[in-house]
């Protein structure tokens, strides 16, 4: 019985000992430029405060697409030397140093769990290469609310692996070149951009399994398959931009860029195919595919071509009955609950969360622990209930 006791102690002082509290002090000329419009803006002089201890900014600006507009906008976040923060992970604390991350307001993130959920995913499979932990945020001692603290997929790209290409993917044949820079290196640009699409648009003449050994040699497709089985699972219906790409020549690649890739942003699971164009015209095959969406042309090659789709449902079968055990489904939910755990009841994070894109029954209340709790629990029955949906589904294929 004192053993219990004791490990319960543990756990929970390990669980509030994971709070993180980030204090950006900004000028007051910054505070009212920063107010007068939503659209993006570099702070001009800033500091940034953790523990106590003051740290200088190299470079704080506003960040993000649509949540440009919310009253509690997001942050880019570059400093001259690191700073510590606490993550729970695996039932106890660890801190690790960052000084170039992202503060994601989460606005439109259902209970603040859901991004975090996805990125659980992702990580457990190697899909996602960095870190995520929370941080009540204060602007002049005036707390903003709980957000999302990701560390800088780039400098992973750029510093852990050398990376020589980082792609990020957009909507439809769009994509972006973090790096290297076309100014920097005109040469090593055009063989980055020039390899991506070759991974994203194989040649015309090719199918099945030519066209799959084709797909193997540029980009890891074990990865990318996995990728989409957990987005297809986590009933993510606007994944297509949310992905980086990243490669090196090396010794089994000494010719010609192998893609590797890191998933990004997972704040759109349990969510409808994305309206696009492609989605559109694809409506009823969207209805029976084992893909979330077909926006993009390589996902369209995996639905369409006999060979890779069996290949994915069979993969797929795989990976849900070995893999995603309902023991690791209640783990990762677990986790997420742990790592928000802190901040429950915190009565200005509930108070700031009304500014969000909330629930029409839970707009006068904010988040509540109750809200959450029932939120995780219900997405633990989710899964599970989607993963048997899927397992039938390709059953059918391989078995037609």
């Given at each position: ?5 004791f ?5 929970s002082?390990s ?6 509290s980030?204090?950006l002090?900004?000028?007051?000329d ?14 001009s ?30 942050f ?6 690191k ?31 859901t991004a ?21 945020v204060?602007?002049n ?20 692996v ?14 972006e ?11 090593k640009?055009?063989?980055?951009e ?37 987005n ?36 759109d ?20 595919t084992?893909?979330m969406?077909?926006e ?13 789709y069996?290949?994915f ?20 939910i ?5 790592k ?5 009841g ?49 059953q ?5």
């Amino acid at each position: 019985m004192k053993t219990i006791i004791f490990l319960m102690l543990f756990l929970s002082t390990s669980i509030y000992a994971s709070y993180n509290s980030l204090h950006l002090i900004i000028t007051q000329d910054d505070m009212d430029k920063y107010r007068q419009k939503a659209e993006s803006y570099e702070f001009s002089n800033s500091q940034i405060m953790i523990q106590g201890e003051s740290k200088p900014v190299k470079k704080l600006a506003t960040r993000g697409q649509t949540s440009i507009q919310a009253p509690r906008r997001s942050f880019s976040v570059k400093l001259e030397e690191k700073i510590t923060l606490n993550n729970l992970a695996n039932g106890h604390v660890e801190q690790f140093k960052t000084k170039d991350f992202k503060l994601v307001n989460m606005w439109e993130d259902n209970g603040y769990v859901t991004a975090q959920l996805g990125y659980n995913f992702f990580r457990e499979f190697g899909l996602y290469k960095t870190r995520t932990t929370y941080a009540e945020v204060f602007i002049n001692n005036v707390s903003q609310g709980l957000y999302l603290v990701v560390d800088n997929p780039e400098v992973y790209a750029k510093h852990k692996v050398k990376a020589e290409c980082f792609v990020r993917r957009g909507y439809g044949t769009s994509y972006e070149i973090k790096f290297p820079k076309l100014e920097d290196d005109n040469e090593k640009y055009i063989d980055c951009e020039e390899a991506f699409q070759r991974s994203m648009k194989p040649p015309k003449h090719l199918q099945g399994e030519a066209l799959y050994q084709y797909l193997s040699k540029v980009l890891n497709m074990k990865a990318y398959y996995e990728w989409l089985m957990i987005n297809t699972l986590l009933e993510s219906g606007d994944y297509s931009d949310e992905v980086y790409f990243y490669a090196v020549k090396d010794f089994y690649s000494p010719t010609y860029y192998y893609f590797e890739i890191m998933a990004w942003d997972p704040d759109d699971i349990f969510q409808k195919p994305h309206l696009s164009i492609p989605n559109l015209l694809r409506k009823e095959r969207l209805k029976q595919t084992l893909l979330m969406s077909l926006e993009i042309h390589l996902e369209r090659l995996i639905d369409r071509d006999t060979y890779l789709y069996s290949k994915f449902a069979g993969d797929l079968m795989k990976f849900l009955e070995t893999e995603v055990t309902d023991e690791l489904i209640d783990r990762l939910i677990k986790e997420t609950r742990n790592k928000i755990a802190p901040y429950l009841g915190n009565e200005q994070i509930k108070e700031m969360s009304k500014y969000d894109r909330l629930d029409k029954s839970i707009k006068d209340t904010g988040y509540t622990t109750e809200y959450i709790d029932n939120l995780l629990s219900q997405y633990a029955k989710r899964i599970k209930a989607r993963k048997q949906d899927l397992l039938i589904k390709a059953q059918k294929v391989l078995k037609p």
